[in-house]
């Protein structure tokens, strides 16, 4: 089993739709949670992280960590066709470890 | 401020043979880090550096890889002799120290492949 599980998708949404992600993981030691979203050729980058459960929202984003179920999500709002990327969830307890990722492609 | 910058962008070579990457952090970031990115996966650690001392190399296949970071700024990894399985991104990352509120920012990445 992965310590860390994402569905790699793909997705595909019309512009303006809610996008929903998420992944679930299995070490308990897991103590920060963040996603990072990489464009095609491109290094990851960090769009947000949350240290305990609960919510933290980042204009059309919204991150949610749940640590009773051992499941984290990321909501992005009236999605753009700029957000299409790939969406990696990353937990750290001493290093980072990532999920495969999720494309996403958000149509016009 | 300047990126991290990685090169060679892209490299295919001959199994058995040997390959070299270099990165350079962000100016002064204490901490840099080498990823491997399979197709279809997310970035595993290779090595993390601190300064230019070796944190964590665990998942470093040390028969065929190593790396260095002389002088605590710049780095390379090299892979000798190259096996098809190492096809992949190779990625390098820096932080201004290590731990889990540090942001890691990554460079563009090199990708190889191994024919």
């Known amino acids: 089993q992965k310590e860390v599980e994402q569905d790699p998708g793909p997705l595909s949404v019309p512009e303006g739709a809610i996008v929903s992600l998420n992944c679930t993981y299995s070490n308990s030691a897991f103590q920060y949670f963040m996603w990072y979203r990489q464009y095609s050729r491109k290094g990851p980058e960090l769009l947000m992280y949350t240290y305990s459960s609960g919510n933290k929202e980042d204009g059309r984003f919204t991150a949610q960590v749940d640590k009773s179920s051992k499941y984290i999500s990321l909501f992005i709002r009236d999605s753009q066709p700029s957000d299409s990327a790939t969406y990696l969830c990353a937990m750290e307890d001493y290093k980072l470890s990532f999920g495969a990722g999720t494309t996403v492609t958000v149509r016009a | 401020e300047a990126g991290v910058a990685q090169s060679p962008r892209y490299k295919i070579i001959e199994k058995r043979q040997s390959v070299a990457f270099w990165c350079n952090p962000i100016s002064g970031h204490a901490t840099l880090y080498w990823y491997q990115q399979i197709l279809g996966q997310g970035p595993k650690l290779l090595i993390q550096?601190?300064?230019?001392?070796?944190?964590?190399d665990s998942q470093l296949p040390k028969d065929r890889f190593s790396a260095e970071r002389l002088k605590g700024v710049d780095s390379t990894l090299k892979i000798q002799p190259a096996k098809l399985e190492d096809s992949a991104v190779y990625l390098c990352a820096s932080s201004e120290l290590a731990g889990g509120a540090e942001t890691q920012y990554f460079g563009p990445g090199t990708r190889l492949l191994v024919l």
């Open positions: 550096f601190q300064n230019n001392g070796v944190v964590d």
